[in-house]
């Protein structure tokens, strides 16, 4: 069974810092491109970040440009987005996703396989 299990997620003041896994089991993902999506109450789920299989590409949205990093670990089959000078308009629910091939794309129905997601709050 194919899972992706996002952790890190909390709580912190504006201006602060934290550090998003998403750990994937059940087949490797190493030759497949890899996301991070958010989702706020009662907003529809927007693009966060991407990388490709090799991690030689990375796409941000312009939202998060310069404050958000994301990489990769193949031989552990983890994703990360480390998410500096948080902002209260950060707040939201945190998905890793696996695109089906070695693409990565910035459209939520282009990943087949997504985490349960984890809860990022950022308060003023």
């Known amino acids: 069974q194919v899972q992706l299990v996002e952790s890190g997620g909390g709580s912190v003041q504006a201006g602060g810092s934290l550090r998003l896994s998403c750990e994937a089991s059940g087949r490797t993902f190493s030759r497949n491109g890899l996301g991070w999506f958010r989702q706020a109450p009662g907003q529809e789920r927007e693009f966060v970040s991407a990388i490709t299989w090799s991690g030689g590409t990375t796409v941000y949205a312009d939202s998060v440009k310069g404050r958000f990093t994301i990489s990769r670990d193949n031989a552990k089959n983890m994703v990360y987005l480390q998410m500096n000078s948080l902002r209260p308009e950060d707040t939201a629910v945190y998905y890793c996703?696996?695109?089906?091939?070695?693409?990565?794309?910035?459209?939520?129905?282009?990943?087949?396989?997504w985490g349960q997601g984890t809860q990022v709050t950022v308060s003023s």
């Open positions: 996703a696996a695109s089906p091939s070695i693409l990565i794309f910035t459209t939520s129905p282009k990943y087949d396989y």
